[in-house]
């Protein structure tokens, strides 16, 4: 399970564009927390501190503990508004979660043991379909990663969900036994061979290339006209 993450905030007393604008201007993000039968709560974060968990790579799958003026809320983060220029970050939406509650997460993979794939040992590439699945978990359950064995596997071998053990309490989300990756020949050695198979030449009974019996042709036909 992730670690939660924890996030200082203070209470927005005003709403609206220009209330916003000004403080961004402050080196501070707007933000609400919603959900939970509650009233939604507007809040406004440090940027340099909400930058710092952005940058962990899990901030979307993980529980952020936020502490406004005095009270906690425990929350997850479902959408962080982006500057289309600089990329920073201009507004956050946080899901208010109850103790018991069961949420959907993505939960990236990682692959463990290709040093005993076969077919990845005799030059195969992993071939990832899906770098995250999508799980509805409980939310003081939230798998960091999963990771997925490729012991065995050869060229054309597929990993789908349904061969992939998932932590307690986890399912997956979607209803069909989707692809999450494949061994696949590399396609350097597709094109090689293509070529290889490309420089062979037809000959005729005695050994003459295909090639070389259309130069004696085009001769002897030219040497006809001569005589002509």
């Known amino acids: 399970m992730s670690d939660a993450l924890k996030l200082s905030a203070e209470l927005r007393e005003r709403a609206g564009k220009g209330a916003s604008r000004a403080l961004r201007r402050?080196?501070?993000v707007p933000a609400v927390?919603?959900?939970g039968k509650q009233e939604p709560t507007t809040i406004h974060v440090e940027e340099k501190a909400l930058v710092q968990l952005l940058g962990t790579g899990h901030f979307m799958n993980s529980i952020v503990m936020i502490d406004a003026d005095g009270d906690t809320h425990?929350?997850?983060?479902?959408?962080?508004?982006?500057?289309p220029v600089t990329d920073r970050p201009e507004h956050v939406d946080f899901l208010r979660l109850a103790k018991d509650a069961k949420i959907v997460v993505n939960i990236p993979v990682i692959?463990?043991?290709e040093d005993d794939s076969p077919g990845l040992k005799k030059g195969g590439v992993l071939n990832v379909v899906r770098h995250e699945l999508e799980l509805s978990c409980a939310a003081d359950k939230i798998p960091g990663e999963i990771e997925i064995d490729v012991t065995g596997l050869e060229v054309g071998d597929s990993i789908h969900v349904s061969a992939v053990t998932l932590p307690e309490g986890?399912?997956?989300?979607?209803?069909?036994?989707?692809?999450?990756?494949t061994v696949v020949a590399p396609s350097a050695l597709k094109r090689s061979?293509?070529?290889?198979?490309?420089?062979?030449e037809e000959v005729d009974a005695d050994g003459v290339p295909a090639t070389?019996?259309?130069?004696?042709a085009d001769a002897a036909e030219e040497q006809e006209d001569k005589s002509e």
């Not at 399912?171 to 990756?181: G, H, K, S, V």
């Not at 070389?212 to 004696?216: A, M, P």
């Open 26 to 28: 402050e080196g501070r």
């Open 33 to 35: 927390i919603y959900g």
């Open 74 to 83: 425990r929350t997850l983060p479902k959408d962080v508004s982006l500057h």
């Open 111 to 113: 692959f463990v043991n």
């Open 170 to 181: 986890a399912e997956n989300n979607i209803e069909r036994d989707f692809t999450i990756a």
């Open 193 to 200: 061979e293509s070529e290889e198979e490309g420089d062979e």
């Open 212 to 216: 070389e019996q259309g130069e004696d």
